[in-house]
């Protein structure tokens, strides 16, 4: 049974009444308007799946109605199907114009009605759906399967527009460079489904240590990246640490089994190449690797 909420304009009761009952009965939702004026606001209300839009109206005649519904951007898409006794050429190419996908002659026939009813929700509803995956294709395209944290390639595109803007304005931009230490361990003793949990809570701690302005990435493998915008030097170490020590008090899903990261903190200068900034925070961070590993170094 249909759930879908159609919205019926007309200002003749009868009209109303009838519609909506034949509506009712295929077990769609029905809501209605009385006027043009009332319509924009029931709309914006309920948004609903189609709107059924009477021409002949006082005051805002559907035209009117239909072209304001199309400037509401929650609206845009939902299709309107005007009834109308008017079915002159003019008057369907103005319809059409205004953003019409469909027009029913009065009298309507309800066979016709039903149809022509069933066929533009449909579309609807495939339209919402096509919108659905290609929103969904768009956030696997940045995000690591994972970890939910952007994946490496958006993480590179981030750092360079984020350093043309610290250089535009003359303000900070520092990087993290995370890597697990001794990861390798941990898949070889404990098995690579526990090395996806140990690296899923390590970026949990990361999405709850960072600010809103932060972005955090999933470089690749077992590292880890975060760009700092508007972020001295100083500060973004302090961020890193809090990350380096509450990593290395979370336990990782196995009794005992607890791990630890280092990390390297860089600062950009005007005019430095991003791969270089990147660079110095990687070669920082294997500075720390060096130097006995669960460390920061900048």
């Known amino acids: 049974m249909s759930q879908e909420t159609i919205l019926i304009v007309d200002d003749i009761p009868q009209n109303l009444q009838i519609l909506g009952q034949v509506l009712s009965q295929e077990g769609y939702r029905v809501a209605v308007a009385t006027n043009g004026l009332q319509a924009l606001d029931v709309a914006a209300k309920v948004v609903p799946d189609l709107i059924l839009l009477d021409v002949m109206m006082p005051e805002m005649d559907g035209f009117e109605a239909c072209r304001r519904l199309k400037k509401i951007d929650e609206l845009v898409n939902v299709p309107v199907i005007f009834l109308t006794a008017r079915n002159s050429t003019e008057d369907v190419v103005a319809g059409f114009e205004v953003g019409a996908v469909d027009f029913i002659s009065k009298p309507f026939i309800n066979v016709e009605l039903l149809a022509r009813v069933r066929t533009q929700v449909r579309i609807n509803t495939l339209m919402k759906e096509l919108e659905q995956k290609n929103k969904e294709l768009e956030e696997k395209a940045v995000h690591d399967d994972l970890t939910g944290l952007f994946n490496h390639g958006y993480m590179f595109e981030r750092l360079s527009y984020c350093q043309q803007l610290s250089w535009r304005y003359h303000t900070p931009l520092s990087v993290i460079m995370f890597d697990l230490d001794h990861f390798k361990q941990v898949n070889d003793t404990y098995g690579h489904q526990v090395g996806d949990t140990v690296l899923q809570k390590v970026s949990n701690v990361i999405k709850n240590a960072v600010r809103q302005v932060d972005i955090a990435g999933r470089y690749g493998g077992e590292e880890f990246m975060i760009i700092c915008p508007e972020t001295s030097l100083e500060n973004t170490f ?55 590993r669960n460390m920061i170094s900048c």
């Open 238 to 292: 302090m961020l890193a640490e809090r990350i380096r020590e509450e990593i290395a008090n979370t336990l990782m899903g196995v009794e005992g089994l607890t791990v630890t990261i280092s990390g390297g903190v860089a600062e950009s200068h005007e005019n430095e190449p991003v791969e270089r900034l990147f660079n110095r925070a990687d070669e920082l961070l294997y500075k720390s690797k060096h130097s006995g």
